[in-house]
């Protein structure tokens, strides 16, 4: 076992043996290797290196070599709170134009192109200075005009084509208050090449196709306005941030700096905030930092430093009274309740509001938990902090149950406040809470992606000076003590907080950025800049794919009538046990309810609040979960806790105590939870969309109970369920240190297996998809500013010599942003901010593969959206180019993909259900340097061209004019309770 594996898990031990662990020091260390002096912290397990190159620029790199991969985090110490005051949401448009290119890439003629954009410059700033509502409109129409000209020698999305041929994943970026962050995922092989690409990228960003990704950024917008959490969030920090810009200039930014976007302005933000002292480069992964690090310094030592004015604005006065705010909307009524806390800056309070906030809610034993989630008292509740550099942000919230208001919510939040300043909480969950931190930080350790934002929190706080305080946090919890919590509770928890009733009802505020004319743009998608050729042509060390052998990969064994999968935990002594079961949400309509009920169920011997702080205080899990034809029943945590954790989820199914009074609160919560779903946009066109797959009689509404069926069921059908459950057919699935022997030895004792498992469950009614014969619209009326569309199409059953063309076809056709339907959609046509078409694989061999094609646009763009899809669908798109980086993204992936754990047992569980007794990737692998695009025209000119499909859209019927849409198909209103079934 590793050295920090063990480190920290001699100090993850059971809450008893807490007291007596020796604190590990973490010292700031320097050293010197390869002719490069770094920092770091001594028993830092992840080994963490933080150099500055002579630029200034700081690189912080941590190896890990489970995967040949590389997790890559380039941040920037500037967001929102340096957006100039008449240009918010300026850091955030620069964000979207660093994927356009350079003068190097992205272009055809620089030369040509340069000229145009300078043009498009000027009338940005012309437009901006205009007042004139008719001239505005004139000079964007030459905007738009100049645009169309100078797209004519601008190549789309070269970045996404570069990374995605590398191999790259999770190619993305973020803004948000003090940072903006890009994002990649790399093989370990492409590091020349990644390098050689971000370089450039930062080098001389062009702002090219920019009225376009405008566009996009409205989109962004618009997509807020419907989204009320966001603006609960806005209106939250508004108050608590009076002056400070945390509060006072958003993301996005303001509709009136939308509409008034400079590029000179962007320029500038750029050249201000984007230089190497200001910024770094987090690299986790498998690498050798010797050489990597030269790598990095010669790829960036073109950078020059400059001085950069942080961002310190005047304190913030004091809050002395409650300051009350309402939002309305459609979604369910909720509150938020937040206080203004210390900056991340400040170790010592971070340390101690962890421990407050984990007092008052860790999902297990705290006291909202307990007291309020356990017992039922609300629908939901919990806390959660924002930890910002300057101020934090603590945040109570609730959503009432049936027939209680928020103001009733807001007193049980309020009272379980004042107990933890009473001191009225039990003292022994701060070592548990400690103890579950530890043991977080080891699985962490395991994910390159958890090393790298971890990094990168710090790096933003601190330039990473306070790595040494970040590692030491886990040991610093459990020294905290319970009069550091109450003297934190009464200093930072008083009446000065922010209240925000979310209330439902219509925001009569909402102004959306309008729809300007946009004229398709070229994309170019054949053509290629010599940078990308050069690049691409870099070469890559072959890394050879590691396919599953499931012979050896994976032991089998027997428990009395049950199959054992076994993986060996060679790493740490941590467990993962799961009871899965061959019946799932259609074999039962208890189902659901039953696994919902287990969270609120006691035992003859312990109750339902004490098997939750006994599971928080062994650092233990459980957890249940279902699918169509399956039933997961997990458990997890320290080897040595193994047959207590194991011992009482069986004590639970088996004897679970049937609680009538506490069966009635779960039934008006689930109807409350109905109710609240037919209030959510995203579970309208979830509803339409297995109506538009099954017909009227679907899974979503056959499945569930009408009220007065759920009103009618007892607290003993749900019971005896569950205890019968482990008389049912269930494969047993371990991922831990244990032996097979050893394992199944103990399994047998504290798991009671049948002589002989019951036969399963019958099905409650036999799903099929439908392939429809005629194209039918259905919509489903919500208040809202944009439109979401789906196209739904089951096809035809599973056939594994298909798999490599339908996985290269959603590669190729709709699955992101270098693909087809992203740069005609977004890119070109500016109709939406999200966008995607994929053609489903079944997940058993006897069901039906189905096309989603997805829009979320504003209303008053859906009849350009809807034709645009239409359109890729119907006449193949075809692109050389595209079909090489598609290819190359595969291959590379597929070289790369590590599978690991317990998830080589459900891999091979996975395909035993499509009829497969092997690991399909090495079949992809093996055909997809034959495929070409003759092969996917002919897939989809079989299967999506100019085929009947069930377009399924939720919007506002006051902007979307529904009897137009008969011009699609037949057009078939539903009314919540048809989408629902209740």
Not at 37 to 62: C, E, H, W
Not at 121 to 149: F, M, V
Not at 918 to 942: C, M, N, P
Request: net charge neutral; glycine share 6%.
């Amino acid at each position: 076992m590793p050295t920090f594996f063990k480190a920290l898990l001699t100090s993850a031990l059971v809450v008893s043996s807490l007291g007596s662990i020796a604190q590990t020091k973490f010292e700031w260390k320097s050293a010197n290797s390869s002719g490069f002096t770094y920092k770091y912290v001594s028993n830092d397990p992840m080994k963490a290196r933080f150099y500055q190159l002579k630029n200034g620029l700081t690189v912080i790199l941590s190896e890990n070599h489970k995967e040949p991969r590389i997790q890559a985090l380039i941040p920037t110490r500037a967001g929102s709170n340096t957006d100039p005051k008449d240009h918010t949401g300026l850091a955030h448009y620069l964000e979207h134009m660093l994927f356009k290119g350079t003068d190097k890439y992205g272009s055809l003629d620089w030369s040509k192109e340069k000229p145009l954009l300078d043009k498009i410059d000027a009338l940005y700033e012309q437009y901006n200075k205009t007042t004139d509502a008719a001239k505005r409109k004139e000079i964007y129409k030459e905007i738009d005009k100049t645009s169309g000209e100078a797209a004519k020698y601008a190549i789309a999305n070269e970045y996404d084509k570069m990374m995605a041929a590398m191999g790259g994943q999770g190619t993305n970026a973020f803004t948000s208050y003090e940072q903006t962050v890009y994002t990649e995922d790399i093989p370990t092989n492409a590091i020349d090449r990644f390098l050689a690409l971000q370089a450039e990228r930062f080098r001389n960003p062009i702002l090219r196709i920019f009225h376009t990704e405008l566009e996009a950024v409205y989109e962004e917008k618009n997509r807020s306005l419907d989204n009320d959490p966001w603006k609960v969030e806005e209106i939250k920090y508004a108050a608590l941030f009076p002056t400070h810009n945390y509060g006072q200039q958003t993301t996005i930014g303001t509709i009136e700096h939308l509409k008034n976007p400079s590029l000179i302005e962007i320029r500038n933000y750029f050249k201000k905030y984007y230089v190497p002292n200001n910024m770094a480069i987090i690299m986790v992964g498998d690498f050798n930092s010797d050489e990597l690090i030269k790598k990095i310094d010669k790829a960036f030592a073109y950078m020059q430093p400059k001085p950069v004015q942080e961002y310190k604005p005047a304190p913030e006065a004091p809050i002395t009274a409650p300051i009350v705010k309402e939002v309305f909307g459609p979604t369910p009524d909720n509150i938020t309740i937040a206080w203004r806390w210390p900056g991340a800056v400040s170790p010592k309070e971070h340390i101690i509001g962890t421990i407050v906030d984990e007092l008052m809610s860790n999902s297990k034993a705290g006291l909202i938990d307990i007291n309020l989630s356990k017992a039922q008292k609300v629908l939901r509740a919990g806390s959660n902090p924002d930890w910002n550099k300057d101020y934090s942000v603590w945040t109570l919230s609730g959503t009432p149950k049936n027939g209680q208001s928020l103001e009733e919510v807001r007193d049980l939040l309020l009272g379980q406040l004042d107990l933890l300043k009473k001191g009225q909480f039990d003292e022994s969950i701060i070592k548990a809470i400690a103890a579950n931190y530890k043991l977080n930080a080891i699985q962490g350790l395991e994910k390159n992606d958890a090393r790298a934002y971890k990094l990168l929190n710090d790096f933003v706080v601190s330039k990473g000076a306070d790595w040494n305080e970040t590692s030491a946090m886990t040991d610093a919890l459990s020294k905290v003590t319970k009069q550091q919590v109450i003297d934190f509770a009464n200093k930072y928890c008083g009446n000065g907080y922010v209240i925000v009733y979310k209330r439902k009802g219509e925001d009569k505020n909402i102004i959306k950025v309008d729809k300007p004319e946009i004229t398709q743009v070229e994309t170019n998608r054949e053509k290629q800049s010599e940078f990308l050729k050069s690049v691409n042509g870099m070469p890559m060390k072959e890394i050879q794919p590691k396919w599953l052998d499931y012979n050896k990969d994976l032991q089998k064994g027997k428990v009395g009538p049950a199959e054992v999968l076994y993986v060996k935990n060679e790493d740490n002594d941590l467990f993962r046990l799961t009871y899965r079961f061959d019946m799932g949400s259609w074999n039962s309509k208890v189902l659901p309810i039953a696994l919902q009920y287990l969270n609120f169920l006691g035992t003859p011997t312990m109750s339902a609040e004490e098997i939750s702080k006994e599971y928080y205080k062994l650092a233990s899990n459980f957890g249940a979960n279902f699918t169509d034809h399956h039933i997961n029943l997990s458990l997890s945590g320290l080897n040595e806790n193994f047959d207590r954790t194991v011992s009482i989820f069986e004590q639970l199914i088996t004897q679970a105590k049937a609680d009538p009074a506490t069966f009635e609160l779960l039934k008006g919560r689930l109807i409350k939870q109905r109710n609240d779903a037919k209030a959510n946009k995203g579970a309208i066109l979830q509803g339409l969309a297995q109506y538009a797959q099954f017909g009227a009689k679907n899974p979503r509404t056959a499945l569930n109970f009408t009220n007065d069926e759920l009103k009618a069921l007892t607290v003993d059908e749900v019971v005896n369920f569950l205890k019968d459950l482990f008389n049912f057919k269930h494969t047993v699935i371990y991922y831990g240190p244990k032996s097979l022997e050893q394992f199944s030895a103990d399994i047998s004792k504290v798991h009671k297996f049948p002589a002989q498992f019951k036969a399963d469950l019958p099905l409650v009614a036999n799903f099929d998809r439908i392939t429809p014969s005629k194209t039918q619209v259905l919509f489903t009326n919500f208040d809202m500013v944009q439109a979401e569309i789906d196209w739904i199409r089951p096809t035809v059953k599973f056939d594994p010599a298909q798999t490599p063309v339908v996985e290269l076809f959603n590669n190729y056709f709709g699955g992101g942003m270098s693909s087809i339907v992203f740069q005609t959609i977004r890119e070109s046509k500016a109709l939406a901010y999200s966008t995607y078409a994929y053609y489903f694989t079944p997940n058993t061999k006897d069901e039906k593969y189905y096309l989603v094609g997805y829009v979320g646009t504003q209303a008053d763009k859906l009849n350009e959206a809807i034709p645009s899809m239409n359109e890729l669908f119907n006449v193949f798109p075809a692109s050389e180019k595209n079909l090489e980086t598609a290819k190359e993204s595969m291959l590379k992936n597929y070289q790369t993909e590590r599978i690991t754990q317990d998830a080589i047992a459900f891999n091979y569980l996975a395909a035993q259900e499509k009829g497969l007794n092997y690991d399909e990737r090495s079949k992809i692998f093996e055909a997809l340097r034959k495929l070409g695009l003759e092969d996917l025209k002919k897939f989809q000119e079989a299967n999506i061209a100019n085929k009947p499909v069930t377009y399924c859209i939720v919007g506002s019927d006051t902007k979307i004019k529904v009897d137009e849409l008969s011009k699609y198909g037949e057009v078939k209103k539903l009314t919540l309770e048809e989408v629902f079934g209740y």
